[in-house]
């Protein structure tokens, strides 16, 4: 557990909460992993039984993703630079980067993936009523609809980001729970996915999530 009260998988795995549809040989496929790789990684993991909402780590196959021990993940877009990205998450230019060794700092992509160290949030969520607020430090709000409500008070405990067409992106939250798009089909909280694509950039993992 970090300080935060957020699980993480070991380095080398990513981790994955099961939605509904998964099974254990197309999370193989889509990881590029074999699904023995998956049950050595989960000791005690039911192949044939997996529950919607159960917490996995999935080794990773070929590298998609940047070494993230505990799934803090953003996608670069609109531009924006290194340095931009190293202040709004309140961590260091060079802590950044010894987290995503090899990308070239002057030359991001739109859709490249970069690894966050975990730092005090920048943002709280509210969610209740039908909207999702966002309340920022520097005394900001933004706010979007939302559909569904949360049984309580809890955090993110880890952003999933879909590898396959669709590229869905959900914040699971620690007690079970989650902020996910439309496309998703993961359900819990819901909000349309241009909304959920800023939200999952704009929260890292240790983010406070409660009702209104």
């Not at 998988?9 to 981790?15: E, V």
């Not at 090899?102 to 909207?131: F, H, K, M, T």
């Not at 007690?175 to 694509?197: E, K, L, Q, T, W």
Request: glycine fraction near 14%; include cysteine.
């Amino acid at each position: 557990m970090n300080e935060n009260g957020c699980g993480n998988c070991p380095a080398g795995s990513l981790p994955y909460t099961v939605r509904p549809g998964d099974t254990l040989w197309a999370l193989a496929r889509q990881y590029g992993v074999t699904t023995e790789d998956i049950k050595k990684a989960n000791p005690g993991l039911d192949p044939d039984n997996l529950a919607v909402g159960e917490r996995l780590c999935l080794p990773q196959g070929s590298e998609i993703y940047p070494m993230c021990r505990i799934g803090n993940y953003y996608v670069v877009r609109g531009g924006i630079k290194f340095a931009a990205i190293a202040a709004y998450f309140g961590v260091t230019t060079d802590m950044l980067y010894k987290n995503n060794i090899g990308i070239d700092p002057d030359n991001l992509y739109d859709g490249q993936v970069l690894c966050i160290p975990v730092a005090p949030s920048p943002v709280r969520i509210e969610v209740g009523g039908g909207i999702l607020r966002v309340y920022h430090k520097n005394g900001g709000r933004t706010e979007c609809e939302a559909e569904g409500e949360l049984a309580g008070s809890s955090c993110v405990v880890t952003k999933q980001l879909d590898i396959g067409t669709s590229g869905a992106r959900i914040l699971n939250l620690s007690d079970g729970g989650a902020i996910s798009g439309r496309s998703s089909r993961y359900g819990g909280v819901v909000v349309p996915d241009a909304d959920m694509d800023a939200l999952f950039n704009l929260a890292p993992v240790g983010t406070s999530v409660s009702p209104r």
